[in-house]
């Protein structure tokens, strides 16, 4: 079991659909990052909230809207999602140390399909 | 775009034999990590290696790291057939403002352990 939940684990919606991916940790960690992965590709980074607050975002489009309520909570809304978004979305989580080395600690990953 | 190249891209091995893949990389880093990832679940943190480090080990890891050639390799040893699945190398390069860490990752090398 990984200490970082994400909920759900798979996810079936149209593309007018809205839905929300759910990401909570336990660790105390102060920063928490979403990733997008293709089959047998590696993850490239979406979004980095430090302190909850949006620090990072890799020019993703506004129809990814990510939302850090608490320090243990990550949400990533989405809507209006195209076929091509079809992909695992990782949460991870760090300690936060500033200017420090830390290892990231991955969910499973929610594997989202755009029908 | 990718920091990280990892080679080779598969590795197909037989239990008990070494498992070795190399990662290359384009500029300065503060650290490069190595992750697991099983076939459908998220990546597992393995080791990191400080900038200033040259080899570290983990148990039947080893983590080599060459900044003058900007490489990196990890070897398995003694491989079981529980170590089949994608490794990828992270690099650290940028120092960024706020807490966390921004990692790129390789492309992965996908290891088979056969029994």
């Known amino acids: 079991d990984t200490e970082v939940t994400q909920t759900p684990k798979h996810l079936v919606m149209g593309m007018t659909n809205k839905k929300s991916l759910k990401c909570e940790q336990h660790m105390g960690h102060r920063a928490m990052y979403w990733y997008k992965q293709k089959a047998k590709k590696p993850p490239e980074l979406m979004f980095v909230?430090?302190?909850?607050?949006?620090?990072i975002n890799e020019s993703v489009p506004s129809r990814f809207s990510p939302e850090c309520p608490n320090s243990s909570l990550l949400n990533l809304h989405l809507h209006a999602l195209q076929p091509e978004d079809s992909a695992l979305y990782l949460c991870a989580s760090s300690q936060g140390l500033r200017g420090s080395n830390q290892p990231q600690h991955f969910g499973d990953g929610t594997r989202l399909s755009i029908l | 775009s990718q920091q990280g190249e990892e080679d080779p891209q598969a590795l197909s091995i037989q239990e008990g034999e070494n498992a070795t893949m190399n990662c290359s990389y384009k500029t300065s880093i503060n650290n490069l990590q190595w992750y697991r990832q099983n076939s459908g679940r998220g990546l597992v943190h393995l080791i990191l290696i400080r900038s200033n480090e040259r080899e570290k080990h983990s148990g039947r890891l080893r983590v080599t790291l060459d900044t003058s050639k900007k490489s990196s390799s990890l070897l398995i040893t003694a491989s079981r057939a529980a170590d089949t699945a994608s490794y990828f190398c992270a690099t650290d390069a940028v120092r960024i403002k706020a807490a966390g860490n921004k990692l790129t990752f390789g492309g992965g090398t996908r290891v088979l352990v056969k029994p």
């Open positions: 909230y430090s302190y909850e607050k949006l620090s």
